[in-house]
């Protein structure tokens, strides 16, 4: 069964950056995409972006000049920066396996539990 | 961008009860929406893919229905262990979006 672990501070300052890693168990990174999802306190979750075992990345457009994601395949981990933050990104972060096929996506098959993200000074 | 409407945003229903969430989109989607379940501290679960396809493993008391814009996750017979937070999905154009949930109580 593959499980997915969040992992990251619990609390950032105004205008730093933000940085999450995702560890993946029972399973291997590749050959899967890989997302990182966010849902601010009262609101409804919010995709961000993916990348694929080899690195290739899309992000939402609402993150895009803010936002990277990585992949340590030695670690079986990838990661997510988010730069310049505020209090609006006060959020519960969680990572999650995508599901490609040849003919199209098809959402998340395996979530993580989620962490717990305040910006606050 | 497509929107989903999901409804409602937080329901209470009895054992025994059949419960409908509505998931709306805002163009035609085909019937690309899955259905999750989560539970407080819990990873969500994934139960209905391609808007009526039931996840293996999943209780069949879960069901799916709908095409292009207009989707229902019905929980028949409903049982106390199926208190959670349900969501719609849709993965049919990038950004990938969510409807808002349902938190759904049982009395």
């Known amino acids: 069964q593959v499980q997915l672990q969040e992992s990251g501070p619990g609390l950032v300052k105004p205008w730093e950056t933000l940085f999450l890693t995702c560890t993946v168990s029972g399973g291997s990174i590749s050959p899967y995409y890989w997302s990182w999802i966010r849902q601010p306190p009262g609101k409804g979750l919010q995709w961000i972006g993916y990348?694929?075992?080899?690195?290739?990345?899309d992000y939402n457009p609402s993150f895009k000049s803010r936002v990277t994601i990585s992949v340590d395949t030695s670690k079986n981990q990838f990661s997510l920066r988010l730069s310049s933050v505020t209090a609006a990104d006060t959020a519960v972060y969680y990572c999650?396996?995508?599901?490609?096929?040849?003919?199209?996506?098809?959402?998340?098959?395996?979530w993580g539990r989620g962490t717990l993200v305040t910006v606050s000074s | 961008e497509t929107t989903l409407t999901q409804s409602p945003a937080f329901m209470s229903a009895t054992p025994g009860d059949t419960v409908n969430i509505s998931c709306k989109a805002s163009?035609?989607?085909?019937?690309?929406v899955n259905w999750y379940q989560q539970k407080p501290g819990q990873a969500a679960t994934f139960i209905i893919l391609?808007?009526?396809t039931l996840v293996p493993g999943i209780s069949p008391r879960f069901t799916g229905s709908g095409y292009g814009t207009d989707f229902t996750l019905t929980i028949n017979n409903i049982e106390s262990e199926d208190a959670a937070y349900y969501f719609c999905l849709q993965h049919d154009s990038i950004p990938w979006t969510f409807g808002q949930g349902t938190k759904v109580e049982i009395k």
């Open positions: 990348i694929f075992y080899s690195g290739s990345t």
């Open positions: 999650v396996r995508v599901v490609r096929r040849s003919s199209g996506w098809y959402g998340f098959d395996y």
């Open positions: 391609e808007a009526t």
């Open positions: 163009q035609d989607i085909d019937d690309d």
